[in-house]
């Protein structure tokens, strides 16, 4: 990211690395009550009995490819672009795939 007279400027897909073992997380921007986060796969998922248990509310929007979100009472969500899921507090939840043939571009916002 860059700035330009006090705005941040940036590009979603750009400055994508070459995934070989685990997804990258990119902060965007953070704030005392924000957090936006830019997160790439390619064929992760998460480990097998692995729950995301966060303290805040997540938005998570796939921008790029697709993936599958499981939750911990057995919910699965088929997400493609364009595709969004508010998930509360501490609902347990994890990534069960994503496309293992082009990048899958999340963007998850965290308040």
Do not use: C
């Not at 070989?20 to 992760?44: A, K, P, W």
């Amino acid at each position: 990211m860059a700035t330009n007279s006090e705005v941040m400027v940036g590009n979603l897909f750009s400055n994508i690395p070459v995934l070989t073992l685990g997804e990258l997380f990119e902060d965007v921007i953070v704030t005392d009550f924000t957090r936006i986060q830019r997160i790439v796969s390619r064929g992760q998922s998460s480990p097998e009995g692995f729950w995301y248990d966060q303290p805040e509310n997540e938005l998570v929007v796939v921008i790029q490819g697709q993936g599958v979100l499981e939750f911990e009472n057995g919910d699965r969500m088929e997400m493609a672009v364009g595709d969004f899921a508010a998930i509360p507090a501490h609902r347990k939840h994890r990534v069960a795939w994503t496309d293992p043939d082009t990048e899958t571009i999340w963007l998850a916002i965290f308040y």
